[in-house]
């Protein structure tokens, strides 16, 4: 009888794992480092090793275990075909198929964003719900879309890329992704910060901001909770473009429940408070009721999706 499973979460500098009982309790976690060198030849194998490495210290055998559930920094297709990850130095690869060879165990993969939304709806700010949105602030904005507890993935493993949806139509400097407008240049930490620094040089205002020589999101948030009129109108513009964002996202999963996440979702409630006021004035009738709630499981978000992953196959 099956007793246990694995959820790995491979990032461009560590890989997480963890061993979780088929019930999904974490009996263990450890980190190894990702080698990406060498095109990153090198990241399933260690992997693998460190997954029968853990099995034989615990004298677990292959049949006692449910298989690995694996997140990565990349779109990830129905087959397990990863088309590019590019902090891993890799191109196409069908990660499941490898992995599976490598470890003789079942293998589902996702990515890394979609993974931890399916954590944050299995153990996090969303459990209980069945149809979740995710978003992750952080340096950019991920996200994570799920519907009667699958992730929707789309054709091209693109789907729940919630960051990369075009808000700002006149916006003139380009995204990282070569786009124009992308919600990730308005709400996540660099965007904040980019935010902060265009409305510093269009007013002489006294703010706390200007005692700063490197305005971040958190200097920001800080400034917003010391009642800064310039901080409350950097906020306000930030959850504006957030807030309708969501609604919209809201109109077509018609979710339980909105999570925030990432770097950003640390200002905690009042992030929520501000978000809330302008997705409550965009979103459609039926779905003015959805609570937002903060993201919960931290860094333990990924390994928990991954194994949910596989526990659900």
Not at 30 to 43: D, L
Not at 258 to 274: N, T
Request: hydrophobic letters at 40%; charged letters at 25%; proline letters at 3%.
């Amino acid at each position: 009888m099956s007793k246990y499973c694995f959820g790995i979460d491979v990032g461009g500098t560590s890989v997480k794992c963890a061993l979780f009982s088929a019930e999904g309790t974490i009996e263990e976690k450890w980190e190894i480092p990702t080698r990406t060198e060498q095109e990153g030849v090198k990241i399933l194998p260690d992997i693998a090793e460190a997954i029968l490495k853990k099995m034989e210290e615990k004298e677990i055998t292959r049949e006692e275990a449910v298989g690995i559930g694996i997140g990565l920094p990349g779109p990830i297709e129905e087959n397990g075909e990863i088309a590019c990850a590019v902090n891993l130095h890799w191109g196409r690869k069908n990660v499941e198929k490898e992995l599976e060879e490598l470890t003789g165990m079942p293998v589902k993969a996702g990515n890394d964003a979609n993974v931890a939304a399916l954590g944050e709806m299995w153990k996090g700010g969303g459990k209980g719900a069945k149809n979740l949105i995710l978003a992750t602030l952080g340096t950019g904005v991920g996200g994570g879309i799920i519907i009667n507890e699958k992730i929707v993935t789309g054709a091209h493993g693109a789907g729940g890329e919630i960051g990369h949806a075009m808000i700002n139509p006149a916006e003139e400097k380009a995204c990282n992704c070569g786009n124009k407008g992308c919600l990730e240049q308005y709400a996540s930490a660099t965007g904040i910060a980019s935010l902060a620094r265009k409305a510093l040089g269009k007013t002489e205002k006294e703010s706390l901001l200007r005692s700063k020589s490197h305005v971040t999101a958190k200097d920001v948030f800080d400034a917003y909770k010391e009642k800064d009129a310039l901080a409350q109108e950097i906020v306000d513009e930030f959850a504006e473009y957030l807030g309708r964002a969501l609604a919209v996202f809201a109109c077509v999963a018609d979710p339980d429940v909105i999570v925030l996440g990432g770097g950003v979702s640390k200002a905690g409630q009042v992030l929520v408070d501000c978000v809330e006021k302008y997705y409550q004035k965009y979103a459609f009738s039926a779905c003015k009721a959805t609570p937002i709630k903060l993201a919960t499981l931290g860094n333990d978000a990924g390994i928990c999706g991954a194994a949910k992953l596989i526990l659900s196959r």
